[in-house]
């Protein structure tokens, strides 16, 4: 069946058709975003140990709104981060923050989603939305998301074995004075706490 517009006088198609018709323009909007995607993002680099180097600059934002420059807005004081590439990291650094809890390991931390790729820049918003609804009002400013300055992170620290968390501990110089990227262990945390102990004694 087919109804003629009023205005235009053009012929519109059946509802059938039109539904065809939207499937295969979300079809190949899915497969340009999937293109784009992988273009973007697919970089991965090898695992690295940056001990002794300097954090690169970069800038991120809070969940709380504020523009975070990592490492200069931590300077003359010792810094925790815990850099997950992936989504699928939250479950590594949720065991990590709940280590140093336990573990009452006395240092300021932040953790920093990183997602290098011009592609995830332009859903920023919608996916720090997402994040502000699974995280307490009271733990945004603790999390700072790096999306256009993410390449450097990821060059530095390596982004393989995206699963597991970057955990990085920086001087008040901003050097990397411990760092661990082979998912969460309660023999590593007691070595973390005695590198943070190590620097506060300075």
């Known amino acids: 069946m087919r109804t003629v517009g009023i205005r235009t006088g ?13 499937a295969v323009v979300v079809l190949t909007a899915v497969a340009a975003f999937a293109v784009l995607a992988s ?11 940056p001990l002794g180097e300097r954090f690169p600059s970069v ?8 523009a975070v420059r990592v490492p200069e807005d931590f300077a003359g004081r010792p ?5 997950g590439f992936d989504q699928d990291a939250q479950f590594d650094v949720d065991r990590w923050l709940l280590g ?22 332009l859903f920023s918003g919608t996916i720090d939305a ?11 400013g603790a999390v700072v998301t790096v999306y256009g ?25 901003g050097k990397v004075a411990f760092f661990h990227d082979r998912g969460y262990s309660a023999g590593v945390l007691l070595r973390l706490k005695d590198a943070v102990e190590a620097l506060q004694a300075r």
């Open 149 to 173: 300055d993410g390449d450097r992170i990821a060059r530095f620290t390596g982004s393989e074995r995206d699963n597991n968390t970057r955990v990085v501990l920086l001087d008040g110089d």
């Open 10 to 22: 053009a012929v519109l198609e059946s509802g059938a058709m039109r539904r065809s018709a939207a």
């Open 100 to 121: 140093l809890l336990q573990g009452q390991v006395d240092v300021a931390v932040r953790e920093l989603p990183t997602i290098p790729g011009f592609v995830p820049r």
């Open 79 to 83: 810094l925790l981060l815990l850099i």
């Open 39 to 49: 273009s973007g993002c697919a970089t991965r680099y090898e695992p690295r140990d």
């Open 130 to 140: 997402g994040m502000r609804a699974g995280i307490p009002s009271e733990d945004w």
């Open 59 to 66: 800038t991120g934002e809070a969940l709380s709104g504020e």
